[in-house]
């Protein structure tokens, strides 16, 4: 169903999934997971604990559903890079400004979520194909190498971009964000070239 198909009261129920979400991600971001509860939770939403228990059936389904967002919004990124018409520095450049910029804000949530799901490490491979899969959408940018070339250069894109992401939010890394995001992008433009 898309959403101009949404009725007021499904995009309504949308809404409220959401902002439990984003309320839950915020809470374990600052408290921790074992130490946010569902009271918490829910003065935080402003809603009653039926409203949350309509949506979700504890503690735990919140943050699965914390964990899925995470993975979601990350292949969306990647999406975007495999839409890409060039990967000329500027247009790697702009991505990651805007990639980085979604995981400045989300960076607490994710790093607790993380520590509460030990799945996630689980999960990355699987995931990380995915995002990898998406990143070669634009399949004619792909062309100059082979298969095997175009399948390992992928999966170092997403690799490279996760870890260094992961590396730069989690341990509050003392380079400014442009001056990081720079050096990314010339390690991304630089794997992205055909060896001569």
Known sequence: MTAERLTL?????????NHLLDCAGELIATKGFASTSIDDIIDRAGVSRATLYAHFSGKDALLSAIVERMWADG??????????????????????????AAWQKDSARNKAAAIAVPAVFFEAPDKHTQMANAVRRNSKLWEHFTEIEASMRSAMVVNLVESQLSDYFF????????????YLTDALHLLLQKAR
């Open 171 to 182: 341990n509050s890394s003392s380079m400014d964000l442009p001056t990081f995001v720079g």
């Open 75 to 100: 292949l969306e990124f990647y999406e975007e890079f495999g839409a890409l018409e060039e990967w000329s520095r500027s247009s790697i450049l702009a991505w990651l400004h805007r990639f980085a």
């Open 9 to 17: 009261r499904e995009r309504q129920k949308m809404q409220t999934r």
